[in-house]
């Protein structure tokens, strides 16, 4: 059987499903009947931020101070630890730290341990070049620096992402602070668009005002929204994409997002503007607020904060242009613009922030320019909040749901901060998201042991080449039930993706298998593996193949990487 997946991206990937054992007969393909009911006790897991009004970390709180709800619907808490100083600590009510995930209790961090990887903390520095005026991201390029030397510890990665209508991956996941730091000095040297944007904006205004008539005005003021709205769309698409890799990445997550951009409704500055001049020349521009709220991405904004949610992740905002965005008084501009103006320039993106922040439990820097105030509460978040954690349901689809949390005694108006939204995934949909994030992050998750091991490529038809691949799966790791008198009987799926050298990836392909051993076989199977094979075609160069492998019945995974040279070899 032949499964072929589409090409994306500028890749295309084909799997011949070849099952060959050494012990049995080679069972047939195709998809796997179910073998037995699996009771899957499944923990969500929320992180929660509990400060005074003045910003402060409450500590010192217990299981018991807490209540959680899930789409209004109070959950009794069965996971619950508190992090301090950036380790977890025992409780009264908790003597030993539970984990962040629904596995095996997280160990107490100290100096000769090394961290375990639901402990990690990882830190994407995502810059939005496309709205940035340079000179306000280098400043809070500056205090941003300060943050990485003195935040990062033991067990810390962090990754910067540039983005100017295109995404670019500066620095992958890493623990060099000095690589970090020096890559922030590089991209303060380069160009960003955000001065662009204000000057087109005041081309726009200039076209207003000199419009011979209201209709013509507005009919500006829409193409420019329209233009604004859609690089919103392409910056909205580049963040919920790079987050979308991050899902299978294990422990704690945060996106530092530096921008000037990301409206709430794009436009509305420029509306505004029509509102002003339309009195000057006596102008009918009544509903000009009105046209201008027909350019509306409240969904839009909400999708990047659901998008986090979904995948983990706490958004940081830094809304970059501080006291000084929307002022504009320099020189080149012949008249001052409306306070009326500024204003509405300056709300349209500092909203859209604020929500983001709010909808995943982070906070958001704006209208300040102490930067490093800023970066002192994200510091504080990372080392003091409280991990609770609450029995899934039984059903197990790809659906959002609500969550809130409350002090149940809350006599001190203390603010609890955490995600409104999660995703509780699928199993295939959380396999598919571990394996992508395989390609990018290594993982050391591998609890089935699987081996990956590839053949020599050799060139077939339309410039690709075929690599021939063999995951073997220790039969030990296997679940297999006895079905009947005569045999055993269990499974798996299997999940593969490729990505080659220019970080284009093949969507994932996935196939499941039944897995029968006669029942005098089951001991001669004990200490061999079960060889799975398969031929991926691959564009030629660098690739990297990401494969994972999960038992249908223990729901026990593994997950491999290898990378392969795609070339002539004759």
Do not use: C
């Amino acid at each position: 059987m032949k499964l072929l997946v589409r090409k994306f991206a500028g890749l295309t990937l084909a799997a011949t499903l070849a099952l060959t054992p050494a012990y049995a007969q080679q069972p047939p393909a195709g998809d796997l009947p179910k073998l037995v009911e699996n009771i899957d006790v499944r923990v969500i897991n929320i992180d929660v931020v509990v400060t005074d009004r003045k910003g402060n970390p409450v500590t010192g709180l217990k299981r018991t101070d807490f209540e959680v709800f899930e789409n209004k619907v109070p959950k009794p808490i069965s996971n619950f630890f508190a992090v301090e100083g950036g380790k977890p600590i025992a409780t009264e009510d908790d003597p030993v730290p539970a984990p962040s995930s629904a596995a095996t209790p997280a160990p107490r961090v100290n100096r000769r341990e090394e961290v375990p990887e639901q402990m990690k903390r990882r830190i994407i520095f995502y810059i939005d070049n496309l709205s940035l005026a340079p000179f306000n991201r280098n400043r809070v390029f500056q205090t941003m620096k300060g943050f990485v030397r003195t935040t990062m510890r033991p067990g810390d990665e962090a990754m910067i992402v540039t983005f100017n209508r295109s995404m670019k991956i500066r620095v992958p996941f890493t623990k060099d602070v000095t690589q970090i730091n020096q890559t922030f000095d590089g991209i303060a040297g380069e160009s960003a668009l955000g001065g662009s944007n204000r000057s087109e904006r005041k081309q726009v205004e200039d076209r207003i005002r000199d419009a011979r008539s209201y209709d013509e005005a507005v009919g500006t003021a829409r193409t420019y929204a329209s233009s604004v709205e859609h690089d919103l769309r392409q910056s909205a698409t580049s963040i919920n994409g790079l987050m979308s890799t991050l899902a299978g990445v294990p422990g704690k997550k945060i996106l530092v997002l530096t921008t000037e951009g990301f409206p709430m409704q794009p436009g509305r500055e420029v509306f505004q503007y029509i509102e002003e001049i339309g009195r000057e020349k006596q102008w009918n521009a009544t509903g000009t607020l009105l046209e201008g709220m027909a350019y509306n991405s409240t969904n839009v904004i909400q999708s990047i904060a659901r998008a986090a949610n979904a995948n983990g992740i706490t958004l940081y905002p830094i809304h970059a242009a501080g006291l000084t965005g929307g002022a504009e008084f320099s020189a080149e501009y012949s008249a001052p613009t409306a306070a009326s103006v500024s204003m509405a320039a300056t709300t349209n993106t500092t909203e859209s922030v604020q929500l983001m922040a709010d909808m995943t439990g982070g906070l958001a820097s704006t209208q300040t320019n102490n930067f490093a105030d800023a970066f002192k509460r994200i510091q504080r978040d990372l080392d003091s909040y409280y991990s609770l954690g609450y029995r899934a349901s039984t059903e197990r689809v790809d659906r959002q749901r609500y969550v809130s949390v409350r002090l149940k005694n809350n006599k001190n108006g203390y603010v609890v901060r955490n995600r409104q939204t999660f995703v509780e995934k699928s199993t295939f949909a959380e396999m598919n998201d571990r394996v992508i994030a395989n390609l990018f992050y290594r993982t050391k998750a591998n609890d089935l042991n699987i081996i990956v091991r590839t053949g020599a490529p050799h060139a077939v038809e339309d410039g690709l080449y075929q690599v021939p691949v063999e995951i073997q799966i220790p039969m030990d790791n296997l679940t297999l039930l006895p079905q009947g008198e005569t045999e055993h009987v269990g499974g798996f799926e299997v999940y593969v993706a490729v990505a080659d050298k220019n970080g284009d990836m093949s969507d994932v392909s996935r196939r499941s298998h039944t897995l029968r051993v006669a029942k005098e076989d089951a001991a001669r199977a004990k200490g061999k593996f079960y060889t799975y094979s398969l031929d991926l075609l691959m564009e030629k160069g660098l690739n990297k193949i990401s494969v994972g492998v999960v038992d249908s019945i223990s729901n026990t995974n593994g997950f491999a990487r290898e990378q392969v040279i795609a070339q002539d070899l004759r």
